[in-house]
């Protein structure tokens, strides 16, 4: 299901931790999607087989999630598969939106993060509203990954049954963005109408190698309208590969061992001292003062 039989052939099935946890994650991503019979539906495995574009992809979601800023509300008004908001960390409050009803249907259960608001309708129209703003913006993150321009794409045909692939449309989304307060990030393909628009206000862009469908490697860009942080959301997936991923984890493990083992005044001694560092390098107070905020009522559009 999650993987061709034809294409294994004589290769060896090499399991790494990575993988063990994606294969976990989708069995229970897959009881998540069951009927009322217990039964997995139809339109879950077939959606989550062919979901054109999702950030699944072995070292894709790991380096977005890596570039986002710490946050009490995170929104996907494009959700999709949504594999960036299942694998990170949860926020206090999460929302996610899709035009196709079948992508809230089949895909998502509401249960899969705890506080998970979803909506079908017009990514367009729920960003203009206001009722979601936080009294501190700098608290809100969204993550953008609309259908991309069709210029862009390789295949020139509709992908999407909400597609979204026409300049006006994009055009209308970026001049949405820009004037939002709060931290937002949107992928893309390289593209002259989101250089010229974002560049021109200010965003940065990381460059993202993501793998497609015929086993190549493909570069998207990730705009964001802040520096870069000095504080994660969530460090889980810091690191380039897996390997250097794997390392800093087993990095931090010895340094949790080591304070565990210390004297308890030792021990705060020397958190003092790395508190005073990490005030001295300017992190934003703001992106550290995160205040859980109640869930929202969303109106009727």
């Known amino acids: 299901m999650w993987f061709s039989h034809s294409k294994i052939g004589a290769k060896r099935f090499d399991f790494r931790k990575r993988d063990v946890k994606r294969l976990k994650h989708n069995i229970l991503w897959l009881n998540s999607s069951k009927d009322g019979n217990g039964e997995i539906t139809d339109g879950a495995v077939n959606m989550a087989n062919h979901y054109t574009g999702g950030k699944g992809g072995s070292g894709v ?3 977005i999630i890596s570039m986002m800023p710490p946050h009490s509300l995170y929104i996907e008004p494009f959700l999709g598969n949504g594999s960036v ?104 393909y390289p593209n ?39 504080e994660l959301h969530d460090y889980t997936f810091l690191g380039e590969t897996y390997r250097e991923r794997d390392n800093i984890k087993r ?6 061992n080591n304070f565990a083992k210390m004297d308890e005044q030792k021990r705060y001694a020397i958190l003092s001292a790395l508190e005073e560092i990490r005030s001295g390098n300017g992190t934003n107070a703001d992106a550290r003062s995160i205040v859980e905020v109640p869930l929202f009522e969303i109106p009727n559009d």
């Open 61 to 63: 979601y790991q380096k």
């Open 192 to 230: 002259e109408l989101y250089d010229n628009m974002l560049h021109a206000n200010g965003w940065r862009y990381e460059l993202v190698k993501c793998p497609t469908r015929g086993g190549q490697w493909i570069d998207e860009y990730v705009f964001m309208n802040f520096p870069k942080p000095l």
């Open 85 to 188: 908001m299942r694998y990170k960390k949860a926020a206090s409050n999460s929302w996610g939106i899709d035009d196709d009803d079948q992508v809230i249907n089949n895909l998502w259960t509401g249960k899969e993060i705890p506080n998970l608001q979803l909506t079908c309708g017009n990514a367009l129209y729920w960003l203009k509203q206001t009722f979601w703003l936080t009294k501190n913006p700098k608290d809100t993150l969204i993550y953008c990954d609309p259908p991309y321009l069709m210029e862009t794409r390789r295949s020139q045909r509709q992908l999407y049954r909400c597609d979204m692939a026409d300049e006006d449309s994009h055009y209308e989304l970026l001049s949405i963005l820009i004037d939002l307060p709060c931290l937002v990030m949107i992928s893309c």
């Open 251 to 256: 990095q931090r493990q010895r340094w949790i």
